[in-house]
């Protein structure tokens, strides 16, 4: 899983409670990137930064939120207006530039009671 | 819709058989992707092939790319159990010369190797 670490691994929230999914890199990567992963289905992108302090949406934003701060760090906030949180959600990060293949942290699985 | 589309959604080989999966596109790209995810495990990048390439090799993986087809393999040669894993096409779409990282993933192609 390289550089990247995700936490908590493993995360039960009930229904109506924001909750914040933390994702930390030391690679020295520019990009950073949030994904999420439904049973059976590939990678849909929810928000990407490209450098500290600017991030953009990506294609399902609605209903989550991030900072980014800090280079190294990219939190994820799943609020309550997410209808159906309930996934595994993945952090990556990159060079920015050409040769942008991503390094992806282990997960985290997120099921709301 | 998807960028990339995975052909098989699953395949199932024995042992020292080789496995192919292939991957179709829509838009131009900068360069294309292969990734690897075991079962509830983030994804592991395998190799990246440009769009003036035509092919590459790594180890056991050899990557072809046609850009007239909008299409993509990878061949796992001698495959082995360890090879068990889920597998993602994802695109670098084509903005003037300029990458912004927004990688578009496919469905993914489910391998299993039976020892």
């Known amino acids: 899983d390289g550089g990247i670490t995700q936490s908590p691994k493993y995360l039960f929230r009930k229904e109506g409670q924001n909750v914040t999914l933390s994702c930390e890199q030391n690679?020295?990567?520019?990009?950073m990137y949030w994904y999420r992963q439904d049973p059976g289905q590939g990678l849909r992108l929810i928000y990407y930064?490209?450098?500290?302090?600017?991030?953009q949406k990506g294609d399902i934003a609605e209903g989550y939120s991030v900072s980014r701060e800090k280079k190294e760090s990219f939190p994820l906030t799943v609020t309550s207006a997410q209808k159906n949180p309930t996934a595994f959600y993945l952090c990556?990060?990159?060079?920015?530039?050409?040769?942008?293949?991503?390094?992806f942290g282990p997960g985290t699985r997120l099921t709301v009671l | 819709s998807q960028q990339g589309e995975e052909d098989p959604q699953a395949l199932s080989i024995q042992e020292g058989e080789n496995a192919t999966m292939n991957c179709s596109y829509k838009?131009?790209?900068?360069?294309l992707q292969w990734y690897r995810q075991n079962s509830g495990r983030g994804l592991v990048h395998l190799i990246l092939?440009?769009?003036?390439?035509r092919e590459k090799h790594s180890g056991r993986l050899r990557v072809t790319l046609d850009t007239s087809k909008k299409s993509s393999s990878l061949l796992i040669t001698a495959s082995r159990a360890a090879d068990t894993a889920s597998y993602f096409c994802?695109?670098?779409?084509?903005?003037?010369?300029?990458?912004?990282?927004?990688?578009?993933f496919g469905q993914g192609t489910i391998l299993t190797v039976h020892p």
């Open positions: 990556a990060s990159s060079w920015a530039g050409e040769y942008n293949e991503q390094f």
């Open positions: 690679l020295n990567h520019d990009a």
């Open positions: 930064s490209q450098i500290v302090n600017d991030f």
């Open positions: 838009t131009s790209i900068n360069n």
């Open positions: 092939i440009r769009s003036n390439e």
């Open positions: 994802a695109t670098d779409p084509y903005r003037g010369g300029t990458s912004y990282g927004k990688l578009t």
